[in-house]
């Protein structure tokens, strides 16, 4: 399973900015997709995910309001909408694949991308 990010780069505060990832390759088990994020210094955190069976989504308390998920589960593909960016929003995010239930842990997803860059400038 290859996973690829898309979009990231640099904004300004107040800005929004989407990004996307495709999954190849998937098996039949398939669960659903995230996104975390990892600023310098600090630890890997979850920002949302989608569940394929029943759309459910899920968001972290700072990505609720500002953030929106969306997904394409004939595509493998998931967009992330993010809005209201400050420069703490500055981090690597990165895009996450699970043949497992989909979680806000880390250690659900089994597929990992290499990542995009995403700066709020201030």
């Known amino acids: 399973v290859q996973l690829v990010e898309s979009g990231g780069g640099l904004v300004q505060a107040g800005d929004s900015l989407s990004v996307s990832c495709v999954a190849s390759?998937?098996?039949?088990?398939?669960?659903?997709m995230g996104w975390f994020r990892q600023a310098p210094g600090k630890k890997r955190e979850f920002v949302s995910a989608?569940?394929?069976?029943?759309?459910?989504?899920f968001y972290s308390n700072f990505a609720e309001g500002r953030f929106t998920i969306s997904g394409d589960n004939v595509r493998n593909t998931v967009y992330l909408q993010m809005s209201d960016l400050n420069p703490a929003d500055t981090a690597v995010y990165y895009c996450?694949?699970?043949?497992?239930?989909?979680?806000?842990?880390?250690?659900?997803?089994?597929?990992w991308g290499q990542g995009t860059q995403v700066t709020v400038s201030s």
């Open positions: 390759g998937v098996t039949p088990d398939f669960a659903g």
């Open positions: 989608i569940r394929w069976t029943d759309s459910g989504v």
């Open positions: 996450a694949g699970t043949d497992r239930e989909v979680a806000i842990s880390a250690l659900a997803y089994n597929y």
